[in-house]
């Protein structure tokens, strides 16, 4: 069973940039397609973006597009979420996520096992 430590979060400024990281252990990392949900005060998870085990493919959600980047490092075990252009609406809880198996589809298709989460909190 893989786990997830997801880490990076803190208070930001609106228009700041900020990188989270989330290791994994207990399970082969490239046999996981890896994603990054988050998740604000009363709203349900949203999905942000994943990629495939080898980092050629990726796919993201509309909040993500064109300011949001994930990325993963293999040999570190570590997949990552760089964030552009922070603004106040990104304040959330971000988790990250990995796939059943190699394909970033089975983060957003099926049922991914979760990190704890990191709490980002954008201020204006």
């Known amino acids: 069973q893989v786990q997830l430590a997801e880490s990076g979060g803190g208070l930001v400024q609106a228009g700041d940039s900020l990188t989270l990281s989330c290791v994994a252990s207990g399970s082969t990392f490239t046999d996981h397609g890896m994603g990054w949900f988050r998740q604000a005060p009363g709203k349900e998870r949203e999905f942000l973006a994943a990629i495939n085990w080898a980092g050629s493919s990726t796919y993201y959600g509309d909040s993500a597009k064109g300011r949001f980047t994930i990325s993963r490092d293999n040999a570190k075990r570590t997949v990552y979420l760089q964030m552009n252009s922070l603004k106040p609406g990104d304040t959330a809880v971000y988790y990250c996520?990995?796939?059943?198996?190699?394909?970033?589809?089975?983060?957003?298709?099926?049922?991914?096992?979760w990190g704890q989460g990191t709490r980002v909190t954008v201020s204006s």
């Open positions: 996520a990995a796939g059943s198996g190699p394909q970033w589809s089975t983060v957003v298709q099926g049922t991914p096992t």
